[in-house]
C-alpha cells in the first residue's frame, strides 16, 4: 500500500499538528518512476498547493501528507498503483509520462499548512452544510464511478450530523434530508456492489426519518429480493405502490418477486417430495 520513511523531523514548536480534510497543504516534492525518473517536480518557489480531501493529488500520497508534521520531510513509497494514478496512469505528467499500474516514490517535504475547521468547532449550521457538502463529494465519485470513494463521503456526511438532538428545529429538518439523502445514495452504491444487507441497512435509516419514502422501500426490497426474503419485498413494493399506486419500477418489481416465489415453492415441493415420497 502505502509506506512512509521520515526523513527529517519537524523542528516546529506545534508538531502534534497534522493537516485535516479540508486543509490547504504547501508541499515541495520529487515524484518518481521505478527506475528513478522524476514525473514531477514542485522546489522552493513552485510548490505545490492543494486542499485535501478534493481529490487532488493521487489517494496515497494525501494519506502520507495527512499524517506529517510541518517541516517534516518524508519517503513516500505507493507499492499498490490503485494509491497512486492506478489503470489509467498520468500520460501527460510534466516531466515523463506516468504509465498505467506504476508503483511510485516521492520526497516530499510538508512547508506549511493551513487546517479547516474541524466538527467540534463549527455552530449547528455549519455543521449540516459541510455534511452536504461531503455528500457532493459523494454524489462526484459516484458519477465517476469511483464507489468506494462515494461510500466513504456518504458515510462521513451521515455520522457527522447523526446527533441532531440539540439543533434548531429548522436546522435539524435541513440535517434529516441531508442523511436521508446521503443514505439513498448509500443504499444505491451498496446495491451496485450487491451488499444486500448494508442496502437494507441504508434504507433502515431513512425509513426511521420518513416511514413512507418509496425510493427507501424499493431499494429496500431489491435487497430483500437478493437475499431472497421473498415476503419482506413483497410486503415493501405493496408499501410503496400504496404510496404510489402507479410507480411502474416498483410494478416490475411486484412481477419478479411473484416469478421468484412460484420458482421458490417449486423447489421446495420437489425437495419436500423427496423427502416423503
Given amino acids: 500500500g502505502v509506506v512512509r520513511k521520515v526523513l527529517e523531523e519537524s523542528r516546529e514548536e506545534n508538531s ?16 518518481c518512476l521505478p527506475d528513478g525518473t522524476a514525473f514531477v517536480q ?22 502520507a501528507v495527512m499524517k506529517m508534521k510541518k517541516g517534516e520531510r518524508d519517503l513516500v513509497t505507493l507499492s499498490d498503483p490503485q494509491y497512486g494514478y492506478g489503470a489509467a496512469g498520468w500520460p501527460d505528467a510534466p516531466l515523463a509520462p506516468v504509465p498505467p499500474n506504476t508503483p511510485l516514490t516521492y520526497t516530499v517535504e510538508l512547508v506549511d499548512f493551513e487546517n ?25 465519485a459516484y458519477k465517476a464511478g469511483r464507489l468506494e470513494r462515494a461510500v466513504k463521503y456518504y458515510e462521513k456526511a451521515v455520522s457527522s450530523i447523526s446527533y441532531d438532538k440539540s439543533f434548531p428545529d429548522d436546522v435539524k429538518a435541513q440535517a434529516r434530508e441531508v442523511r436521508k439523502s446521503a443514505q439513498l445514495n448509500l443504499a444505491a452504491v451498496h446495491l451496485k456492489n450487491k451488499r444486500w444487507k448494508e442496502v437494507a441497512k441504508a434504507c433502515d435509516q431513512v425509513l426511521e426519518i420518513e416511514g413512507s419514502n418509496v425510493k427507501a422501500l424499493y431499494r429496500r426490497a431489491q435487497a430483500y429480493v437478493g437475499t431472497a426474503d421473498y415476503l419482506e419485498a413483497e410486503l415493501d413494493v405493496r408499501r410503496g405502490l400504496e404510496v404510489e399506486p402507479g410507480n411502474a419500477e416498483l410494478a416490475a418489481l411486484a412481477k419478479r418477486i411473484k416469478l421468484l416465489q412460484r420458482e421458490q415453492n417449486k423447489k421446495m415441493g420437489a425437495v419436500y417430495g423427496r423427502m416423503f415420497g
Fill in 16 to 31: 502534534w499538528k497534522r493537516p485535516n480534510e479540508g486543509s490547504r497543504v504547501t508541499l515541495r516534492l520529487t515524484g
Fill in 42 to 63: 514542485h522546489l522552493e518557489g513552485g510548490e505545490l498547493v492543494f486542499t485535501t480531501d478534493e481529490d487532488m493529488v493521487p489517494e496515497g500520497l494525501e494519506a
Fill in 116 to 140: 479547516a475547521k474541524e466538527s467540534w468547532e463549527m455552530n449547528d449550521a455549519e455543521k449540516v452544510a459541510a455534511a452536504a457538502a461531503k455528500k457532493e463529494k459523494g454524489n462526484a
